[in-house]
């Protein structure tokens, strides 16, 4: 066995058989492109990948998470209090409604005359229902906004935004120019010219709300809440609270065309 230099300065070891082809002699480059590719790729490298793609993953929703928490994070002081405070109120009313929940259980599995007391609740839910519909009259403690729009900036989307504040802070009755809030209400049309479920409606546009009242005005003026909206488009937003609100508009009971109970 002989080595050979050839002309470039590689090595080629061995004799070559007598007939044999010449063999491949490959440079420095190939060689190295030749151990790199294609790539070798082990059980713990890929394992060790999907760690690093999951927890770049975490970190990037944690970054994302913190970054819509500015608002609450740029708050004062009191106002984290009074928003704190609401979710406290919230977490209440949901324990009180379970405890009413709980009481009408007992009072059926204890009641003498359960026939009785079921169409006793029986219409006490009716009445419930039909406020929620719109169909009844309701009144009770809540509060009256008054939106004044003098530069005609408000929105038909600013107005559904105070909806949407008020439900969420526990109101139970709401109606809006005449016009009674009920789940399938829209508002549509342009500033200055908007719509209630299809009725025109003109500043300054009066709400009237049934509800706790402690509860209804901290709602709307929490931070970037409605009333600061209103601000920015040179509206006003006064909120006055009473002890009997009353909300008389109603809704006609619409018999639906394809649903019925499953009781039946």
Do not use: C
């Amino acid at each position: 066995m002989s080595n050979e230099a050839t002309p470039n300065g590689e090595e080629r070891t061995g004799e070559q058989p007598a007939g044999a082809s010449a063999p491949t002699v490959l440079s420095g480059r190939q060689r190295l492109m030749a151990g790199l590719w294609p790539p070798r790729v082990s059980r713990a490298q890929l394992i060790v990948a999907l760690l690093l793609f999951v927890l770049g993953l975490g970190l990037a929703i944690q970054v994302r998470s913190n970054s819509d928490n500015s608002a609450l994070r740029g708050a004062r002081q009191e106002d984290l209090v009074r928003i704190l405070d609401e979710v406290d109120d919230r977490t209440q009313r949901l324990q009180d409604e379970k405890q009413r929940l709980d009481d009408q259980r007992t009072e059926l599995e204890n009641s003498s005359d359960q026939a009785e007391e079921a169409r006793k609740q029986t219409r006490e839910k009716e009445r419930q229902l039909g406020i929620l519909a719109g169909t009844v009259a309701a009144h009770g403690p809540g509060i009256t906004l008054t939106i004044s729009d003098p530069s005609g900036a408000v929105e038909a989307d600013m107005l559904l935004d105070a909806i949407q504040e008020l439900r969420a802070a526990g109101a139970e009755a709401i109606e809006v120019d005449g016009v009674r809030v009920v789940a399938s209400t829209y508002f549509s049309g342009s500033a200055g010219a908007i719509e209630v479920d299809g009725r025109k409606v003109a500043p300054p546009y009066e709400f009237k709300v049934i509800g706790k009242p402690q509860d209804l005005e901290p709602a709307l003026n929490i931070p970037g809440g409605v009333v600061q909206t209103l601000e920015k488009e040179q509206a006003t937003a006064q909120v006055a609270r009473a002890d009997d609100i009353v909300v008389d508009a109603l809704r006609p009971a619409d018999r639906p065309d394809y649903a019925r109970s499953s009781s039946q």
